[in-house]
C-alpha cells in the first residue's frame, strides 16, 4: 500500500468516525468489491456536480465524486488528501472562531 493509499484510508476512518449515521455505507463504498459501485457512483456525481445549475445537483456533488474516484484511480489519491486536510483544518478554523465569538472573546490575529 502507498504512502497516499495508506492516508487516504486514515482520513476515511476519519470520516466515519466524524459522520457516525454515514459510517456503515462509507465502509461499504470501500470494500473492494464496491469498485462495481464506486466508479459509476463517482462518475455521476462529478458529472451531477457539473450541472449545478439545476435545481437539486449541486457543487456539493463533484468533492463526493472525486473522493470516490480516488479510491480507484492513483492520480486522484495525492489532491485528493491534500483536499481533505486543508477542509478538515479549515472547518476547525471556522468552529473555533464561531466559539470564541459566542463566548465574547477576540479572535486571534493571523
Known amino acids: ?11 476515511f476512518l ?19 468489491w464496491a469498485m462495481l459501485i464506486r466508479i459509476p457512483l463517482g462518475i ?15 457543487i456539493w456533488m463533484l468533492p463526493f465524486g472525486l473522493l470516490l474516484l480516488s479510491i480507484d484511480l492513483p492520480f486522484l489519491q495525492r489532491p485528493m488528501n491534500a483536499t ?3 477542509g478538515e483544518r479549515q472547518w476547525k478554523l471556522w468552529r473555533r472562531s464561531r466559539r470564541d465569538r459566542k463566548a465574547g472573546k477576540a479572535p486571534p490575529a493571523p
Open 1 to 11: 500500500m502507498t504512502k497516499e493509499r495508506s492516508r487516504l484510508e486514515r482520513l
Open 14 to 32: 476519519r470520516l466515519e468516525a466524524r459522520f457516525p449515521r454515514f459510517a456503515l455505507m462509507i465502509y461499504l463504498l470501500r470494500r473492494p
Open 44 to 58: 455521476l456525481l462529478c458529472v451531477g456536480g457539473l450541472l449545478a445549475i439545476l435545481p437539486f445537483f449541486g
Open 84 to 86: 481533505m486536510l486543508r
